[in-house]
């Protein structure tokens, strides 16, 4: 639920177009929708503080349980694609040096001659 909020609010963000305010989104979110949730509230009150989040480094922590999910979940043969998936979200946003993401635009540039970045 958490990895869906973010990710929404982030497609949000960057449809720099339309000037979206975030912080009001989720106070309309909040009373007006059918996407109401404790998470919603916190997601609202962080908004508020810092409307961009800049303050914020993008490293998530894990507390254990999203692995103990999803440990548990293999073991009794249970899909659980979406919470693993936010596990490997938190994984991914603690990586400054993204070496796959690198590998990634390194063989679509090789084989379809897709552009890629240079670093700084």
Known sequence: MMQAFAEGFSILKAKQEFGLDLAQIS?????????RSWLLDLAANALKEDAKLEDIKPWVAD?????????????LD????????ALQMRF?????ENFSARMLAALRNQFGGHAIKKAD
């Open 27 to 35: 106070e309309i979110w909040q009373h007006g929708s059918v996407v």
């Open 78 to 85: 249970v899909p659980a694609p979406i919470i693993t998936l």
């Open 63 to 75: 507390s254990g349980e999203g692995r103990w999910t999803v440990f548990e979940s293999i073991d």
């Open 92 to 96: 991914a946003s603690r990586d400054d």
